[in-house]
């Protein structure tokens, strides 16, 4: 490391949090029954409901359409899975126990399997019949033990897939990584979902941080980040996931960091006024808002971590960020995806396991620019936006289009999916109703295609009337015409929240 922190004040700070997990919890509240969504008709509950066990591949019935022409892979995602137990549960939708999906298309069928990642934060709560361990937002249990990050690693976020790497123990072809954010990245062996451990980087580096969503560059390079307070370890990996380097950096603040993003140059940080006060467990809870505060916007040359510009815009909340690109001039552009402040993370994300939900103004797409005379500006449309996706070929290069899950109708999360074009303000956008929960929409290549959008949307839905899970293929170019193709599995899974394709 090139910094003057430490592993060693690293690992203090990471014992002032073990610590607190210690300290007598307060009793959680136990969850309550799965309401009925009376406004819809149907149950939205059954997205946040526990999935008791691995899913065997199984196929899925074609329901409509037919699947395009070279569409063939497996798209992983991952999602929280589990999250009640009969000695205590967890309180907040983003502590439910890691759950990797594989949607698989080959020969112009699909199928489905699903299979638990196999943390030590699960194999104590499994072996407690309770949820002791502390998370994202939810209190430690008497039980709890926590000696380092990967203690409390639900790795129930997103699935990151390498190029080339043989997977630990030799299984698996290329490697798969289940990532959570605030531990290591979890081996996941893609051909049976299979959990083949804890990966450290570097072993002075064992436990540290690893956000959930990386930035990968068109030639498979990966950029991440391990966020403590105000510093921040900047992890650079090749493609086949070998450390290159990791450097400590001082941010201007000790905001939550979720995601982040980047252009061909530069690595663009938003700091958002979600201070971090105290380290606490859970994790939220050590974060205030502080709404009269400004968004920084932390700028970091690649090649110079220390060559850096601040921006400031006022206060605003985002999970996440499309990938940025730059003007010839050095302007830089990308989008996010905004809301007032982060109130669905503190309370709504929470109130979703009681079957419960306060309505509240949903995420709304925006464009930040940031001129070379260190100014930023923010655009805000009307649109309905979350899960901003892009194509992964192009990323960080100068694009036009937004992928993104749209239409909030007063329940949780989505039942549309849309493409955004920045160049003409236009979105080409399709909605299920009320009766699906639409997750992230994945871009797919077409095989030898090369054009911005040249390719597939695949994106799936719980269809809460049908109490299943569903796979739905659009063309990319013509989203509000429909799914080219969608499937139905036998079995309804918990909503997931990230994933990845990988080409067959
Ligand atoms: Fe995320």
């Known amino acids: 490391m090139t910094n003057a922190l430490s592993r060693r004040d690293l690992m203090i700070r990471l014992s002032a949090v073990a610590a607190c997990a210690l300290v007598p919890p307060e009793i959680a509240q136990a969850a309550g029954q799965l309401a009925v969504g009376a406004a819809l008709g149907v149950d939205w509950g059954l997205a946040f409901a526990d999935r008791d066990g691995d899913l065997a591949p199984a196929p899925m019935r074609l329901l409509s359409g037919a699947c395009p022409e070279g569409l063939s892979g497996a798209l992983y995602r991952n999602g929280p899975g589990k999250f009640r137990r009969p000695g205590g549960s967890a309180t907040h939708w983003f502590d439910g126990d890691g759950l990797v999906r594989a949607f698989r298309v080959a020969g112009g069928k699909a199928s489905l399997s699903a299979r638990f990642v196999d943390t030590a934060k699960r194999r104590a709560d499994t072996a407690a019949g309770a949820v002791v361990t502390p998370g994202f937002g939810t209190a430690a249990r008497p039980g709890a033990k926590v000696t380092n990050n990967d203690d409390t690693n639900a790795a129930n976020i997103s699935m990151l897939a390498l190029r080339g790497e043989k997977g630990a123990n030799g299984k698996g072809g290329g490697a798969l990584w289940a990532l959570w954010e605030a531990g290591s990245p979890i081996g996941v062996d893609p051909a049976d979902l299979s959990t083949v451990g804890v990966k450290t980087l570097r072993p002075d580096l064992a436990h540290m941080p690893f956000l959930a969503h990386p930035r990968v560059e068109p030639d498979g390079e990966i950029w991440s980040l391990g966020v403590l307070g105000d510093k921040a370890l900047v992890w650079r990996l090749g493609p086949d996931g070998a450390l290159i380097s990791a450097e400590v950096i001082e941010l201007p603040c000790a905001s939550y960091v979720h995601d982040f993003t980047a252009t061909e140059r530069h690595l663009i940080l938003v700091l958002q006024p979600l201070l971090q006060e105290k380290a606490a467990l859970p994790y939220i809870d050590g974060f205030v808002w502080k709404p009269t505060q400004s968004t920084r916007i932390l700028v970091l040359d690649k090649a110079d971590l220390g060559d850096r510009r601040i921006y400031e815009l006022p206060a605003m909340f985002a999970f996440h960020f499309g990938d940025a690109w730059a003007d010839p001039d050095g302007t830089i552009h990308f989008d996010a995806c905004v809301s007032d402040d982060p109130t669905f993370a503190t309370r709504n994300a929470r109130q979703v396991l009681n079957g419960d939900w306060t309505p509240l103004p949903p995420p709304r797409l925006a464009l930040i620019t940031l001129t070379p005379d260190r100014r930023a500006r923010i655009e805000r449309t009307d649109t309905v936006a979350e899960f901003p996706r892009t194509d992964p070929r192009h990323a960080g290069w100068p694009r036009a289009f937004t992928v993104h899950a ?5 329940s949780p999360l ?16 399709f909605d299920f109703g009320g009766a699906h929960l639409v997750e992230e929409a994945v871009f797919v290549p077409r095989p030898g295609g090369g054009g911005e959008l040249d390719g597939w949307l695949l994106a799936p839905s719980v269809n809460l009337a049908a109490k299943a899970t569903e796979l739905h293929v659009f063309d990319a170019t013509r ?3 429909g799914p080219l193709a969608s499937w139905r599995a036998e079995v309804a899974l918990p909503v997931s929240l990230h994933g990845t394709w990988v080409q067959g």
């Open 414 to 429: 989505f039942h549309g999916l849309a493409t955004h074009n920045w160049k003409t303000g236009a979105s080409d956008a």
């Open 406 to 410: 749209t239409k909030d109708g007063g």
């Open 479 to 481: 989203v509000a015409a």
